[in-house]
Structures are given as C-alpha cells and as structure tokens.
C-alpha cells in the first residue's frame, strides 16, 4: 500500500491512499502553524467556534442531523502538538458509497460539510457570531482547566513544561486560561482568516476515490493556496545542565512520577529505528527493563512506560507510585537506563524489542488514523518512509547500536506530584449517599 | 438490506455469512468443549482473544456437588486475571508472547475476563502460547502477595479517577444488592484476603472449557486454528459442569436518588444511571430491548436532538457529554454522563423533557433516523479486527448472535421503543452520581 502525494495549491497538499480493503473512509485536513504564546490560544478556539454553526448548517444540530442522515459519519477538530508546531485537524471518517442502501453520496456529503466547517462560517457583521465566540471561550477554558482531572497526564505536560522551560514546546496546544479569556470576535476572526491563507495544509484521504477528481475539489476549496507558508522547526537540545527536580503538591491519593530526559535523537536525523529499538528495550512494552523491573520484580507500581516525541527529542518515563516510594522508583529508572548504556541486556531481550517495534510498526497499516499520524510527522522530518520501511530496518540493528543510542539519552528533570491523601478509610474520601 | 445462509465447511465449521456488507464468521465447538469462531479478515493485523464468563459480579457462586454456596473477596476475578500471566517455570507470559512478536494484553469487566493479543506474523504459535498458559493456572502465596502490591497501585490509581468514582457512584446509586455496585479491581482490603487457595478455587469453577469461548480474527484458517486447539487443548472432552452463580435479588427501583463526592476536579461532573428493571430471560428479547434501548438513548440525548443542543446553547452542557450502557442477564442499565456547573439543573431538565415526552410521545422521524445510524454503527464495526473480536467476544459471552443486530434492527417498531421508553425513562428507576470539585467543599462548610 502506498501513498501518493498530489499538490492541490500552494501550500496545500493531498496524499491519497487508494484502498478497498475498509469499509469506511477517512478524510483529515490539517492546519500547521509554528506553536507560539500569542496565537495557540486563539488556533485552539478556531475549530470549536467553526463547529458552532455554518452558512448552510446554522446549528449544531442541524449539522449533526446531516451527519446522523450520511450513515452515522463522524467528524472531530482537533488542536494537538507536534513538535513546536500546532496542529488543526477537522477529520471524518465515514461509511464509503458502496455499502449505502441508498442512492446517497456519503463521500461526496462528506466534503460538502468539510468545506461548510473550515470555509463558510456562520458570520454576523462580517465575523463570527458573539455569542458563538462567548460560549466557546467557556467551553475552552473549563477544557483546559479540566486538565487536572487526569493526573497520569497532567504530571506528563507538566514535566515536559518544566524540561522545556525556555523553548516554545513548553506552550500547550490548547492555549491558557489567560489567552483565551483575552480573544474577543474580532480578533478571532482575524486570525482565522489569517490561518486559512498562511499555513501549510496537509490532506490525507484513505479509501475508495478518484484522487485527481479530489484534487480539484479541494484545488477549488483552497482557491490560490496561501500567501505565505510558514517554516515548520522545532529547536532540539541533546544536552542537559544540572539535574532538576520539581516536586507539587496535590490533594489525591497517589504519587505521579515523571522523569524527562533529552533523547538525543530526532526522526530527520534518518536512523530513528535505531533509538525506537532502544525505547522499546527500556519502557516500551511489558517485557521492558522499566516494566519488568519497576513493575514486576519491585511491585512499586501499575504502570511505568517510557514515551518519546520525535520530534522534539525528548522522552518522559512515567508511573504511578505511594509517595513514600519515590526516591526509590526515580533511582531504579534512572538505574534501568544505565544498565543498558552498560550493556546489560540480553540478545533475547533485543530480540522480543525488535518483535514488538516491528509489529507496532507494521499495525499501523489497519488503522488509517495511525497512518494520517505517521505521514504527518515524517513530512514535519522531511521524509517519506513508510511503516513497513521503517520496519524493514529494524531487524539489522546490533547491541552497539543500541548501546550507543542509549549513550547519547540524558536526565534532565525530575517531576513528581505528590498525594497528599491518606489511604482510603484514613480519611473523608468516601462519597456521601443520600 | 443483508441476506444471511448458514452451511457446513469440512473442517466441521459452521458459516454464518453477511453478504450485504461481505462479512462472514465460521463457528464450532472444538472437541475439548471450547467454543470457537473465526472471522476472516485481510488485512495486516490478527487478533485473538479468549474469554471466559467470570468478571467481577461473579462473587458467590458453587458448582455441581457443591452444597453450599461460596462466597469471594470483591476484585477477585480481577486479581486472577493479573495472576495468570505468571507461570512456575520462570518463563513470564509477556516473555513468551514476545518471541512470536505478539503483543499481549487481557481485562475483566462486569461479566467476563478476556486475555487477547494482536500480531503481524506468527499467528498460530501465538494461540498456542494463548490457549497454553490460560488453561494452566499457577499460584502461589509468594506471587500473590507480589500482585497485591501491584494491583494496590492500580487501585490507587483508580481513587484519583475521577472517571471511576463517577461510574461506581452512580451503579452504587441504582443498584442496592447486585454486585455490579463493586468496583472491578476491589479495594486494597479485600484484595488483602485473597489467597492462592482461593484463587484455584475460581480457577476450577470458571475456566473450564465449556464455560469459555475464543474468537479469533484476521487472514486465518479454520483448520490451523483447530490443529492448534488440538495439539494445546488435546481431542478428549473435559469434564462438563454446571456452575451456578446467583444474586441476591434486585428490588425495583433505585437505592439512592443521589451520590456526590469531592474531588479534585476543575468542573462538576455528573452522570445519570436509569435502570431498567424488565430484562428479558430469552437472549433474543434481550438483544432487541438491548437495541432499543440505544435507540432511545440516541434519540433522546444524542447531540443532534434538541435537548443536548437547548442546554448547550444555555451554557449548562458542553461538548464532553454522551451516553453509553452495560447489561447482561442480572442487571441493565443506561447512563447520561458530562460535565456542569449545574448538574441538578441538568438532572430537573432532563425530568421535564422525559416527562414532556411521556405526555406527548417519541417522535417518529428521530426513530427513522437513528435506525439508520444503528445500521451504520453495525457497518462500521467491521474495519478494525479488534473490534470485531472483541465486541463479538462480548456478544457470544451474552448469549447473543453478532450477526443477528441488522435483523434485531429490523424487528424493531416505533410502537415498541415507546413501550420500553415508557417502562425505564421514569423518575423511580433514575439515580445521579455528582464529583464536585474539592473548593465547592470548602465553600459549602465555610
């Protein structure tokens, strides 16, 4: 299976898989931009205020009626990282025409209502609708505020913003309280018709179609393509200073540890299977160091897995501890990568990695979602390399290889959230029934 | 809309296919008792899941000859899932798995424990490893107390969700005496009790062969699924026994109106159980009021429908709103979850639509189009090989055909989604399970 890559406009291009083995299709249009204090904020309202209302579907729920009507499609925007970039993606994923049991166009319904969301907002005085603007701004702000509500994930942002404290990764994809309280319509509005001619656009389309008829279809969407496309970089640091350590306080009942480290390692640098393998070995599966050691032979957590970003080159191990187990649990992770700088793993155990990475990779191929994600991130490193490529390279890898990865992997912050509840039973935790 | 035949292959399998939408599954009942299903797909991927009807409702139970009936530490089924991956020859499950390049995973629900992997190559040796160390049950006092360990952490983990304390708030609100109340993974005293003697007794009760089933899906043959069922399992039947679990039974109604807790959350959230208090015995039955039931669901809170769209447009709902459903033979049940800063509000508009629409009926347009989307939910189902071992999977272990839903769909009439509308959406079987966040405390006690 491949993908082919047409150039709908400036700026704007499509890449198309022609497949017949789904029964869905799946269709994602993608606004990048470099992330940036001013503007992520008002990037991350954009999506929520278009999906308020267009010209032809005024309101939500006569959209999502449409939706319901074109066989249960679905469609999500999202606002999400990469690298030091900022991502919008509205997505589809929808019921191909041959399985209707009618004569209607679903794919063809689909783009209609694609283009209705990104191009023809319901507008009042030549903006968005004030009230649309005011409500969505809650909904934004009590989304970024409910970022509490799950800790696992919280201690991970909030290790990375403190590893990244000076460099733009720092910044959420969804904006700050402050940020979006501060957008007003107008200035909303000049920034999406900012964003509609100065990003760069990617397409991805899996399924049934006839990729130069939708080519034209979105060549005329995107009519002219953009003014100006912006540099897509992320800043990467191989080194680390003086270990730091940040520890908060929070009233829940476990301790969250997460420790970041600067990997040393990108995906352009071309070799990136090699430092895959490396985090496979270490914390990517249950038969990992971290896994079979932290978890299985200590009994000190539930989970403890390490996750790497590629391209920004940093990786944050984290686990889920009793808070009188954290010097305990920081020591053994960072012991576990030592023993592998040291050599101190087996063929056996490389072996299952390279198993594990090379199925991992080659998965990617059922899910057209995972292969949007793939191509993505490969065009932000500029490269083309598909999952089977990728695969097909990890099997030559040698211990050295992988000791010297590993080499290259520095500490750098140390993040824990500290539970300051008592086990249950010691406290008032319990609900109250009425 | 699909046509179904139903015929024999050599290997002895029975094909149920749909040619509507190209789909088909091969069935039969291996000679060891385990029942089998295969699901032919062509994509990268397999799937293999084996799954047996113990979960964590299955607390007190005895089996043929037994007298009396026992009674078992709550998360147990849980535990024992946890405890199978070990094995005495120091060869760790995960480890085995990784050899054939499988990655492998399991889970307890309410009604069932299902231990799966997924793969891109070497299927046949991975279900050897599957049918291999989940049939052979190894347990010690050592390794149990290792597991507690572990598993008090996932517990603890669970304490800080939100998310659990909402659900199990709102299942202890409905339900009085069925053990679905229980959190899954118990609490860190009862899985204190729990040991090795224990553990093999639920072992013998539940994993025998004829209690479990195994669905496995992707570009498979049925005879190389049987030859390896043969060689793990052997030919010879094993003994079939009855097992008997029970609950104690359910009164009508709800428990509690209300269950609210603090915690650290940045909004209220709430989540509304109704409980249907009609199960049909017949699977069938069961299946269609299970149908219709979604059916209501969508056609009364779905973010097309007018209530949804009223509160959000007042401020009093956002977009993390949905509803979802679990049932089996002992207990049913739908939940209305979000977010609020008025959850009470929600909870009293949400009576008055219900009752508005007692008074002037369903409408019949929403009933026609979330047909379609019922059918476009089916359709959609078969693009991911775990899903479509999983949820059949989750069907089989019900009782259910996965390839009856289209014709389930189709018996369904708008006069008898306003009868089932009419005998759970009522005030009595409704319950609310609220977390606030933890300065509303301080507020109120100030």
Not at chain 1, 32 to 41: F, H, M, W
Not at chain 1, 141 to 162: L, P, T, V
Not at chain 2, 287 to 293: E, G, S, T, V
Not at chain 2, 347 to 357: K, V
Request: proline share 3%; aromatic share 12%; net charge negative.
């Amino acid at each position: 299976m491949s993908i082919t890559k047409l150039e709908v406009a400036r700026g704007v291009t499509l890449n198309v898989m022609e497949t017949d083995k789904f029964k869905t299709n799946y269709l994602s249009v993608n606004f990048l931009v470099p992330l940036r204090e001013e503007t992520a904020s008002l990037n991350s309202l954009i999506p929520r205020v278009l999906s308020r209302g267009s010209e032809k579907y005024p309101t939500l729920e006569l959209f999502n009626k449409r939706l319901d009507y074109l066989y249960s499609a679905s469609f999500s925007e999202s606002v999400m990282r990469r690298g030091e970039n900022q991502m919008i993606e509205f997505a589809a994923q929808f019921v191909d025409n041959v399985y209707a049991f009618d004569d209607t166009d679903i794919t063809g319904g689909v783009i209609e209502m694609l283009d209705q969301l990104i191009f023809h907002p319901l507008t009042k005085e030549g903006r968005f609708v004030s009230e649309y603007v005011e409500s969505e701004k809650r909904n934004l702000i009590d989304s970024i505020k409910a970022q509490i509500n799950n800790k696992r994930y919280y201690a991970i942002a909030r290790c990375g913003e403190e590893m990244c404290r000076g460099e733009n990764y720092r910044f959420s994809a969804e904006g700050t309280v402050e940020g979006v309280s501060a957008i007003t319509p107008e200035s909303l509005w000049a920034q999406y018709k900012h964003l509609l001619k100065n990003s760069r656009v990617e397409i991805f389309f899996s399924g049934r179609c006839d990729p130069e008829k939708l080519r034209g279809i979105f060549a005329y969407m995107f009519a002219g393509g953009m003014d100006s496309i912006p540099e897509l970089k992320t800043e990467v640091i191989r080194t680390a200073g003086e270990v730091r350590e940040v520890i908060e306080d929070q009233p829940v009942a476990q301790g969250k540890l997460s420790v970041g480290f600067r990997t040393g390692h990108v995906l352009s640098d071309g070799n990136y299977h090699i430092f895959a393998l490396f985090n496979e070995l270490y914390g990517g599966s249950p038969t990992s160091k971290l896994f079979t050691n932290v978890r299985e032979r200590l009994s000190l957590c539930y989970y403890c897995s390490s996750r790497p970003e590629a391209l920004k080159g940093v990786m944050i191990v984290a686990s889920g501890i009793e808070v009188d187990k954290f010097e305990q649990t920081r020591d053994e992770i960072i012991a576990q990568l030592e023993g592998i700088k040291a050599g101190n793993f087996t063929d056996g155990e490389l072996e299952s990695a390279k198993n594990a990475l090379i199925n991992g990779y080659r998965a990617h191929n059922d899910s057209p979602a995972a292969l949007d994600g793939w191509y993505l991130s490969r065009m932000l490193a500029g490269l083309s390399d598909s999952p089977d490529d990728a695969a097909a390279k990890v099997a030559g890898v040698t211990r050295e290889q992988i000791i010297e990865a590993a080499g290259k992997v520095v500490l750098d912050t140390v993040y824990f959230l500290r539970g300051t509840l008592l086990p249950e039973g010691e406290d008032d935790a319990e609900g109250t029934e009425e | 809309m699909n046509n179904k035949a139903t015929k024999t292959n050599s290997h002895g399998f029975t094909v149920r296919e749909d040619s509507s939408i190209g789909e088909k599954y091969f069935y039969t009942r291996h000679s060891s008792g385990l029942d089998i299903y295969v699901f032919p797909k062509k994509l990268t991927t397999y799937y293999a899941v084996l799954g047996t009807r113990y979960g964590s409702i299955h607390n007190r139970f005895r089996r043929d000859g037994d007298s009396e009936f026992i009674e078992v530490p709550d998360g147990i089924a849980h535990f024992l899932e946890h405890k199978m991956f070990d094995k005495g020859d120091g060869v760790d499950t995960f480890e085995r798995f990784s050899k054939t390049g499988a990655s492998a995973n399991a889970f307890t629900s309410f009604n069932m424990t299902a231990y799966l992997y997924s793969c891109t190559s070497n299927f046949y040796d991975s279900l050897e490893i599957l049918l291999d160390y989940v049939t052979k049950p190894y347990f010690t006092e050592q390794t149990v107390q290792k597991e507690q360990g572990i598993i008090a952490q996932e517990i603890r983990m669970g304490e800080d969700n939100p998310g659990r304390a909402l659900l199990f708030g709102m299942l202890g609100a409905i339900y009085e005496k069925n053990s679905v109340r229980i959190d899954i993974a118990g609490t860190v005293d009862s899985i204190a009790k729990i040991n090795a003697d224990l553990l093999y007794r639920c072992y013998e009760t539940f994993y025998n062969l004829g209690n479990m089933a195994l669905c496995v899906c992707g570009d498979i043959e049925c005879e190389k699924v049987l030859e390896t069922a043969d060689k793990i399992l052997g030919t010879e039947p094993r003994r079939a026994f009855r097992v008997e679990s029970v609950q104690e039974p359910e009164p009508r109604g709800v428990y509690k109106k209300r269950f609210t807790r603090h915690m650290q959350v940045a909004q209220p959230l709430f989540a509304i159980g109704f409980k249907d208090c009609d199960i049909p015995d017949d699977p069938k039955e069961r299946m269609k009021r299970d149908q219709a039931l979604g059916l209501i669901s969508d056609m009364l809170f779905s973010k097309s429908g007018s209530f949804y769209n009223e509160l959000y447009a007042e401020g009093l709902l956002n977009p993390d709103f949905g509803t979802w459903g679990g049932n089996e033979e002992s207990y049913s049940f739908k939940s209305i979850d979000g977010e609020s800063r008025d959850p009470e509000a929600v909870y009293r508009r949400l009576m008055e639509y219900i009752d508005r629409l007692h008074r002037d009926g369903l409408c019949r347009e929403d009933f026609e189009r979330f047909l379609r989307v019922a059918y476009s939910e089916y359709i959609k189902s078969f693009d991911s090989i775990s899903e479509i071992a999983e949820k059949s999977l989750s069907d089989i272990m019900k009782g259910y055909d996965p390839f009856d839903w289209p014709e389930v769909i189709r018996s369904i009439d708008f006069d008898y989604v306003t009868k089932v509308f009419g005998q759970v959406f009522r005030d009595e079987n409704a319950a609310m399970a609220t977390v606030l966040p933890l300065d509303d405390k301080t507020k109120s006690e100030s």
